[in-house]
């Protein structure tokens, strides 16, 4: 393969700068998108956070009440999924005027492949320069760039200088670019590889790239072959414009280990909630949920269950990860990571994704009335196909019925029938793995 360049664009603080978009009163401010803790929503965890709010410590995954300890001033907004999915959707259009190949990552990043667009756009730095120009231009927001021979490198050097960031690591540069970085920066490399890496004394990116790859192989396993290219900047994986997803997920490790299973029960609901937001918005449902804990000592241990349709809504989810905590035998150890995933996606149906939570049991054959619920979690019976979007005035009715107070929090319901609500539907296939090492 020949020099290539490839750039990635990763937005910054995405969420948090679309609200100081849209609000400018915010601009400036310690903005944290997630639940408020102060109105008794301490559950919930941060999606993101503007980049004033990070110099407190508040980071993405932390949980609401955390970040409200580090950061009383700032001031916590609830997601607007919609609107983040519209400029996500602007983003990826504005980059695919610069390359046919533009691989999204996630709802904010993307490659694109721009070898050979020197005649057009002129060398790196200047095709940097307007690819976040006309991002700005056409949204309103900073993104960062990183530009570089491969993929992962590109990655590492669009977070180098974030916000606002612009680097460009020459063709043949990869390795001393990576160098002195700390292993922790490797994509790929998570916090606990890190940690094993420091514990062999490997802190910087040149100690892994200078030792030989069967070391780390019998080091660390099959990851150790991996993580030497990575840091030898060895990475021929093309840009992918037609990447599906196979799987997502979503965990939480406690900062000290946890054996209060209310505040256990409140972190997987910030977690489902959170999953079902990314699902509705990548329009994905899955057939296949899993569970994972990491108790006390590292072991861990995950549970996965096979429905018979596919789902994304917050309800089923939280309904399995609750059933699945209550039912786990810590053997009284205390909780260190708790976690939720889905795979096995159904191929898109075409079936229209509203904003609302699709209801596991749509598939059964009861009509007539059925259970509205909202997402806050009050039910009323209503009329309706079950499954079906709650109509409006179902909602409005509910709203008036629930009194003034849950005003605003109302946002999506969705009928379903009566008699099966909290019930885990009919199971397909169930299984367990226990592993006593780290995954
Ligand atoms: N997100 C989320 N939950 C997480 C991580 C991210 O909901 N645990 C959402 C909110 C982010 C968006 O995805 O705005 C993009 O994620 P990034 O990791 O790119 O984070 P940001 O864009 O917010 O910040 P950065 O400037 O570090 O890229
Ligand atoms: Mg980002």
């Given amino acids: 393969m020949g020099i290539r360049t490839i750039v990635h664009v990763d937005m910054d603080a995405f969420y948090a700068s679309i609200e100081q978009l849209d609000a400018p009163e915010l601009r400036g401010k310690p903005v944290i998108v997630g639940a408020d803790p102060k109105s008794g929503n301490g559950r919930g965890v941060v999606s993101t956070c503007s980049y004033e709010a990070r110099k407190f410590g508040v980071r993405s995954a932390m949980p609401v009440s955390q970040a409200y300890r580090l950061c009383p001033e700032g001031i916590f907004v609830p997601g607007r999924h919609k609107r983040y999915s519209e400029l996500s959707g602007i983003v990826m259009e504005t980059l695919s005027e610069f390359s046919p190949l533009v691989e999204g990552v996630s709802i904010d990043e993307a490659f694109l492949d721009c070898t050979g667009t020197e005649g057009l756009f002129g060398p790196a730095i200047q095709l940097g320069k307007k690819i976040k120009a006309r991002v700005r231009e056409r949204t309103g927001l900073t993104a960062s760039a990183g530009i570089a021979g491969c993929k992962s490198v590109a990655k590492i050097a669009s977070d180098y200088n974030k916000p606002d960031g612009l680097t460009v690591v020459p063709p043949g540069g990869e390795k001393d670019f990576l160098a002195p970085l700390p292993v922790e920066r490797l994509w790929g490399v998570g916090p606990k590889t890190a940690a094993r890496l420091k514990q062999l004394g490997y802190n910087f990116v040149r100690d892994v790239a ?13 990851w150790g072959a991996h993580i030497y290219e990575l840091a030898n900047a060895i990475d021929p994986r093309p840009v992918a414009p037609g990447w599906q997803r196979k799987s997502i997920s979503e965990e939480t490790t406690f900062e000290s280990d946890t054996d209060d299973l209310k505040f256990l029960r409140d972190v997987l609901t910030g977690i489902c909630e959170s999953l079902s937001q990314k699902m509705l918005r990548e329009n994905l449902k899955g057939r296949t949920l899993q569970f994972k804990i990491r108790l006390t000592g590292f072991e861990t241990f995950t549970r996965s269950h096979t429905l018979p349709s596919p789902v994304f809504d917050m309800h089923t989810l939280r309904e399995f ?36 939570f699709a209801s596991v049991e749509s598939n059964q054959k009861s009509k007539g009335k059925g259970v509205v619920e909202t997402s806050e979690g009050q039910t009323r019976e209503e009329k309706g196909q079950p499954g079906n979007a709650a109509p409006n005035e179902a909602v409005d009715r ?12 109302v946002k999506r319901a969705v009928i379903r029938p009566r008699g099966t609500d909290g019930r885990m539907p009919r199971l397909l296939r169930q299984s367990e793995h226990d592993d006593q090492k780290e995954t």
Avoid at 210 to 222: A, I, M, N, S, Y
Avoid at 333 to 351: C, N, P, Q, S
Avoid at 398 to 409: S, T, V, W
């Fill in 210 to 222: 200078k030792t030989p790859k069967e070391d780390l192989e019998r080091l660390l396993g099959r």
């Fill in 398 to 409: 509910l709203i008036f019925a629930m009194g003034e107070k849950f005003k605003g929090k």
């Fill in 321 to 356: 990860a609750w059933d699945q905590l209550e039912r786990f035998d810590r053997k009284g150890k205390a909780v260190r990571l708790i976690g939720v995933g889905v795979t096995e996606f159904a191929e898109d149906d075409a079936e229209p994704q509203m904003d609302l």
